[in-house]
């Protein structure tokens, strides 16, 4: 089956920095990578859209520049953290699909921010 | 909200038995997806069934659909204790977006 990586696994950084989360697909172009956020106990939800080459599109209510996405290639997308705050710590999971539509999962990254 | 509602949010039971969760929906759909989640892990998938679809087995997994009552089931037969995850319904609409529901939580006690 395809295969979806992201790097960090973890990372804990300082109130006010920014964080850099890789999402990559290693055995097939993804053309759209997804972004979801999941707080403990709860669901997945949505942030971003993102097709390669193009700019994201962001969910109602996620702020597109805190939250930067860049997808320059077909198998690497990137979500910055920007000036990041407690209340953004969370676990961050990317998806990505083919041109078969079927999303793969990543297996997420948890952020905690001090 | 399209978001699927999930039924039960925590589900208790011993190996052997049969869990069964529930997913409500609003909107029309292409088809809804079962994902499973161990904790603190990415998500795993587990079965697709598609609108014109009614009913889809994969191993102990049974799912079932309704579009008149924008609703579907997911049953595990003969649980395991390694079967203890959370488990979330997903539906795509359309443009390639899922939508998760809430989760059903599941214990399988040994």
């Known amino acids: 089956g395809a295969v979806v990586s992201q790097h960090p696994s973890w990372v804990i950084c300082k109130s006010g920095t920014s964080v850099k989360i890789e999402c990559r697909s290693l055995d097939f172009q993804a053309t759209t990578m997804f972004w979801y956020r999941q707080f403990p106990k709860q669901s997945l939800m949505l942030m971003a859209t993102s097709n390669e080459g193009s700019k994201a599109t962001y969910e109602q209510g996620v702020e597109k520049d805190k939250f930067l996405i860049n997808h320059a290639s077909l198998t690497l997308s990137t979500l910055t953290v920007t000036s990041a705050h407690p209340e953004d710590s969370s676990f961050y999971i990317c998806s990505a699909s083919g041109l078969g539509y079927e999303q793969y999962f990543g297996p997420g990254t948890r952020l905690t921010v001090t | ?110």
């Open chain 2, 1 to 110: 909200s399209q978001q699927g509602e999930e039924d039960p949010q925590a589900l208790s039971i011993q190996e052997g038995e049969n869990a069964t969760m529930n997913c409500s929906y609003k909107t029309s759909i292409n088809n809804l997806q079962w994902y499973r989640q161990n904790s603190g892990r990415g998500l795993v998938h587990l079965i697709l069934i598609r609108s014109n679809e009614r009913e889809k087995h994969s191993g102990r997994l049974r799912v079932t659909l309704d579009t008149s009552k924008k609703s579907s089931s997911l049953l595990i037969t003969a649980s395991r204790a390694a079967d203890t995850a959370s488990y979330f319904c997903a539906i795509e609409a359309a443009g390639n977006k899922l939508t998760f529901g809430g989760g059903t939580r599941v214990l399988v006690k040994p």
